[in-house]
């Protein structure tokens, strides 16, 4: 019985040092939740993008309105800047993480930030659930909260899955920063 205390406190001691490691690990991280807000071209709100890690890659929520109809191109881009003015050229190009191909349908694509198109109804609005498991909110290289962070675009257009080097989804029509600040 009094060998059996110091033992109890030694595995104590252990389970709470391991707790301390996890929560300064990158694993610690599931479950953190980015929020930004997504601008038109005429810099005005659409609404808010929610991005959550999960243990197999990040949960996209869309809250949009004031979109047009029809089906847009929906990709991260590789810099966490939406100039309106520059109508969002300044996001530079999609997020390729692996530097695979851009495209679902192409051989050694797609790119770690292309995702499926998105269809907007006649009312203008945008809510929906993607999940895209090529990126993640942890460190590392498919990372978007790098140095610069990572902006997701919203496009014109449908893309088309294929065309190099980002699926000929037309202009850029909105754009929201992703930075761990937000």
Sequence with gaps: MIRSVPIAAACALVLSASAAVAEDSPAAAKGETVHATVVGLDGNSLGMITLQQTPTGVLVS?????LPEGEHGFHFHEKGICSPADKFTTSGGHFAGSHAKHGLMVEGGPH???????????????????????????????????????????????????SQPSGAAGNRIACAVISAGE
């Design 62 to 66: 869309t809250d949009l309105k004031g």
């Design 112 to 162: 770690a930030g292309d995702m499926p198109n998105q269809y907007v109804g006649p009312d203008g609005v945008l809510k929906e659930q993607i999940f895209n498991t090529g990126v993640t909110l942890t460190p590392g290289p498919n990372s978007l909260l790098d140095a610069d962070g990572s902006a997701l675009v919203i496009h014109a257009g449908a893309d088309d899955y294929m």
